[in-house]
């Protein structure tokens, strides 16, 4: 097996290949492209891209950071679960800041309880069994990039019969989110980019409705700067010529039919649920629960909390944020009140939540 | 007892005759310029030893650099130790042998020091703290606000090695590299790009928050937009594949041997030349420039800005917070 | 959402997991997801899985329709497009608020 | 966030031009004297606030005395906290405002800092240190090895001050009294004894391990016997009877707003009198002297030995370990 | 063994307590080993708990006894035999060793 | 109630007349006198009595320092104690520096238990209220002047039910030890200076089997430099005039038929046990145990531990010491490797421990 050359996806020369492309393509045309995904946004950031892009060019972020998504009542949740005596809250990075309805659980950590940050869900089960004496609870957010590895870590817990670990499921898909931004009547969008890590596993027709239902094109891509660029030169080809289809410019690691093992493994240890999006509302059939065989090694069921009642920040627009009505400037927040220092929304805590990104990047 | 073998064990090491005269203050000589520079940190690193060094040669170096980012001539430090009860005295040893090292390595001297002991639980193993006194020749004016449109900015060498090094050894995070800490002490290479460039504006350690802290910190201080070349920034590779590993940006990870400086043009080649005849600066490079503030946007806050090779720019933003590994 | 990077597979460790290297970084990571992977593969690493084994030849591909793009790119000409870029940055146009 | 607030009270509070400045090390103007006193203490006292002060008043007053004992006049301090997560900002703030309003009282400028947060359960609430510099007026050369037979011991007020008043805020101990600490900084009280008495040997504030372990440590450092007057020392008669009620000898308490002074026995008088005439010293006392190494002793160490009102005398040892209160 | 000092009773508590200012200190002490204890009372207390009433009379009377011992002392011899005894204690006579 | 003029018993005119007619009754007499109570031991050392007295007249220490006296066997239990999960040891400040074994409880207060001490076991069971969730274990150690303190508490959280607080009684009686040296054959004490706060108490009576059955006089007294030389003089008296009695110069503090109140309450929760003695072994109905009826109060009953196998200091001579059959500096180890920093015995430890005491006030 001969090395790939990685390097060549961030060579300056190709990237300027593609801005020169897109720039020629464009034209005078008002595109409006959104990327679904929250890697996508921090990839386009810190590219500069946007100040690049032909001025009819504009790079809207969608509903793709979970931890954006993630709504009051689950934060508030495994708040109330790090409370438990003896409970560690173990999950990734970004989750611990975001505020729930009254404090968040880096503040819980703060004031003394167990909060630990892990790269993989692996690291929690490892936590769990060092510490038998305690309760490790791993806060599971994302979408189907991820959720196989939580499937494959809760088969494991279980084959294996530790028992004080268990997850706390907030997980969701994607396509029913995308289904509902794209048939909202505010938003106008004229092409997707489209998830690259997300459909390695779902493979890529899962987007076709887009096409066949919204007459809207999506690509499907990777993160480096030649990928992003390719993937939006090809939706900028797709706007101008009038023919959208679903394309995949990230074939080195999108099948197709993206990977069955891990779709098969989802299916074994969840099932669908209906789920609570920030911004986005109630969504049929967008989320995960675990099945009643593993309930053993749910938390939800398994720890029973009382949870404060979901307050909503005042004045923050996430919802229309992440449905791509607003850019975050468009949020009178935006800057003043809300800062990644002192975010008042979950758009400003997630280096991947638009809000901050813009922020970040000086977008806004 | 315990309190009368780490005496022992500093004095020992540190064995300076102003620490040896055993009075509550060292007495010391100075050149008489009349002006001094004065810098503290301390330093609760976790773990207390990583690869490439531990908590007792980061204590030294970014005290000794502190205080050399204003020009001064770095001669003393003082030293204070908060030890968890229980900590184990063979590390206490490792680490003050490495203090000691350290500190002939950069040519200063420990004078003054004290140990407090806390109850289990009141500290995370050790915490030390130490502040550092220099004279500062005459006619040196360095400051964070001296920095003027056309000048270059430098920097010593890779970025991102402490920070990275540190984080292999969190648990919850445990991946394996070859990178290890920069930390050293930098007074030699300031003297002599300071020799090279006498009209250098600044220099600063990116330490926590990196080099976009420092040059935010730059660009806020002297009222300039600061522009660096992304393509011209030292990084290793190990370095930049665990950054894209845990999404990091790697300019906003912490240094301890590394200098960022500021210079006039026209001295520019002449201070990468003494950077990197410098121990610890083979891998300087000059990456960027100040610029006048643009004052048409609404925004008017000085800005650091990156250029990418494809002619994009981005907001260089200080690092709000801790970095926190992103996954999903 | 979904931060992946390509890894190579030192080496295949029991409990299906593998020694993986990310530019320099190892890690050990579950197969569990890629079952075929072999050692030499590069994956995609997810969250300490391997979500996907690394086509080479696709990726030599996708590079190869890049570098058949013409080179339309003038140096100077888009150092200027830049700074123009820039200051027509300082009032974006997205800046009313609304993205329709 | 939390690290900006708190850069900001510290330039509110402390304000000196060289840390608004907002360089990494504070730049400053000293009388160019040549020779320089420095000296650190990390202060982690709990609790935090406590009747007469808190934390901030002893680390101000500590680092200043310490250097003060040399004779220098004391100039610039640095200051380094360490911050338990989640510990109250209000609480915060009233320990930087009594800094900065001891350090005025002082005369001292606090002109480089630094602060770290570490995790709940990484400190109990803040720690602080502090490092010192001043410079030494020519000619002095003060020492606790410079004692000579002959040569009068003062101490500048009650002892024990301190001590009780924290030991009273303990859990497990709660008792309740009018004893505050006599955290104060003696600085000014030393230039005005060193006026008065130009041949003064040594000062010394009888911290942890109160009377008994500074004259153990003059007595050791210059190879002499000390005899102190059990009656002549002054104890208010709280502390007394705190000390009666834990089983304390009052001699090994800690103070932290007295000194202890090693005078020529002809410049006894007139340092007596300059202490009194001293803030913080209304209470000052000859208690004591320095004789001869008793060299027939089998144990041939320098002893301090306190003489009691009927003729008998007992030797004073120092602190060993932490004083316990004794019940049974 | 058994420290116990003096404390004045200022006020009896609920729950057979009581605060006692023991040289300017004040406690919150027991009294129930002491159940006929007084305001303006002085006990001796030990661990907390009041142990016995202090009889001022017999105190006085303690001390009239050795106020009559007739003064032997002489100032100055005194302190010479200070002296003295302070280099005898140099190579004390007990310290062969034995008590006996 | 006219105030009392304590200051008096301190007063030096007073001590000196009262050293004068010491050395004019003593002459040229050998007179061993020992002072049983640790209190004792203290103040001799801190007025400094030793340097002054007439050369034939020796101050002996007895076994009256409870943490001296404690067993390795007793130590090692409450060690055993504070391993347990959950588990906080309550005592007072001498006894956790005093070694068991292999470790002490302050050795293992630094390796992370909980271990606090306090003025009175009243704060103990205070600290039980404030921390429910914890199991507050007072570890009591000391004489007839302490048992009644301990009993009291124990009725006290008896009848208010509290549940997380419990004892572990190291208690010993006082009179037992006393016979164990009077009838020693390798110590010859021409006088014991008797316990004040223990006969305040026990009253005064206890003793009289040091005159009847081993014609040896006695006094009661007091602390205070008046009250020891008073003492001191009665017995050189009657040692001088070989008119052996129990006498009490400590009147204001004790009675002569002691505190009856008192000791109902420690009659009522303890009854008599054998108990080992450090130094002196075992010595019958020596000790205390907490009746069957509060046995829920015991800890030694209510918390099953394992208790390491016992091993003594090897050289450690304190049994010796606390007999008056040596002083401190007959122990080879004294300032040696036996030093208040790293004491090898108890009697190192305590500030009361003779050989702390002898080794402070440089009396070796
Ligand atoms: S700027 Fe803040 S408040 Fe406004 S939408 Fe974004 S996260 Fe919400
Ligand atoms: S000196 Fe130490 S070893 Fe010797 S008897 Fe005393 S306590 Fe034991
Ligand atoms: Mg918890
Ligand atoms: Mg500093
Ligand atoms: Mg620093
Ligand atoms: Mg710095
Ligand atoms: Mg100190
Ligand atoms: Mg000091
Ligand atoms: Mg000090
Ligand atoms: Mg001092
Ligand atoms: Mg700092
Ligand atoms: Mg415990």
Redesign the pocket.
Known sequence: MSDIDFGAFRDAALARRLIDSIHAMAGDRQINLMEVCGTHTVSIGRYGFRSIMPAGVHLLSGPGCPVCVTSNRDIDHAIALSRLDGVVIATFGDMVRVPGSTTSLSRQKAAGRDVRIVYSPLDAVELAQANPHLQVIFMGVGFETTTPAIAATILDAHDRGIENFSVFCAHKTTPPALRAIASDPQTRIDGFILPGHVSTITGVETYRFLVDEFSTPGVVTGFEPVDVLEGIAMLVRMVAEGAPDIQNAYRRGVNQGGNAVARQLVQQVFEPVDATWRGLGAIPASGLRIRDEFAHLDASRRFDVDIEPTRE?A????G??LRGVIT?GG?????R??TPEK???????SSE???AAY?RYREA | MMKRIIDELFLDEFGSPELLAGNDAGVAQLAPTGRIAMSTDSFVVTPQFFPGGNIGRLAVCGTVNDVATSGARVRYLSCGFILEEGYPMADLRAIVHTMAQTAREAGVAIITGDTKVVERGGADGVYINTAGVGEVPAGVELSGAACRPGDKVLVSGTLGDHGIAIMSQREGLAFSTAIESDAAPLNHLIYNVLDAAPHARCFRDPTRGGLASTLNEFAAASGVDIYVDEDSIPVRPEVRGACEMLGYDVLQVANEGKMVAVVPADEADAALAAMRSSRYGESAAIIGEVCEAASTRRDARPTVRVRCGWGSTRVLDMLVGEQLPRIC | MCLAVPGKILQINPFGRATVDMLGVQREVSLRLVPTAQVDDYVLVHAGFGIQVIDPAEAEETLRLVRELPDLFDEDLAQAEAAEELSMHAEPSLDDGGAA
Do not use: K, W
């Open positions: 920040a004045g923050c627009r996430c229309d944020v975050p949020c009178p927040l935006f800057g009140t809300c975010p008042v929304g979950p758009c400003m805590v939540g638009s809000c922020y």
